[in-house]
């Protein structure tokens, strides 16, 4: 079992920035991909971001290239999404997800999801 908590998340104005975190705890975090979802009022849950177990390797979606950035630390069990030039289209509840154990980043990506944190609301108005 793996125990994610997010935080991080508030109201901010557009072009601000917002760093979201997931504290991991349970089984071994370093077995796992991570990634970040999110979804708004009235829409499905969409893949936001991921990054290999080992942090080597990240994949984001087109409409957050270049601006998100996904990290993790595994000494600390930690994963971090750094959000830069938000729009109001990035507002949303944003959820860490964990992939399937010892699975490959394509897991997260795809939607491959063992384990689900709570949300974080992200707000983005002027």
């Known amino acids: 079992q793996v125990h994610l908590v997010e935080s991080g998340g508030g109201s901010v104005q557009p072009g601000d920035s917002l760093r979201l975190s997931c504290a991991a705890s349970?089984?071994?975090?370093?077995?796992?991909?991570m990634g970040w979802f999110r979804q708004a009022p009235g829409k499905e849950r969409e893949f936001v971001a991921a990054?290999?177990?080992?942090?080597?390797?990240?994949y984001y979606a087109d409409s957050v290239k270049g601006r998100f950035t996904i990290s993790r630390d595994n000494a600390k069990n930690m994963m971090y999404l750094e959000m830069s030039s938000l729009k109001p289209e990035d507002a949303a509840v944003y959820y860490c997800?964990?992939?399937?154990?010892?699975?490959?980043?394509?897991?997260?990506?795809?939607?491959?999801?063992?384990?689900w944190g709570q949300g974080t609301q992200v707000t983005v108005s002027a």
């Open positions: 997800a964990a992939g399937t154990q010892d699975g490959a980043i394509i897991t997260v990506i795809r939607g491959n999801i063992d384990y």
């Open positions: 349970g089984r071994s975090f370093s077995d796992y991909a």
């Open positions: 990054v290999s177990w080992s942090g080597g390797s990240t």
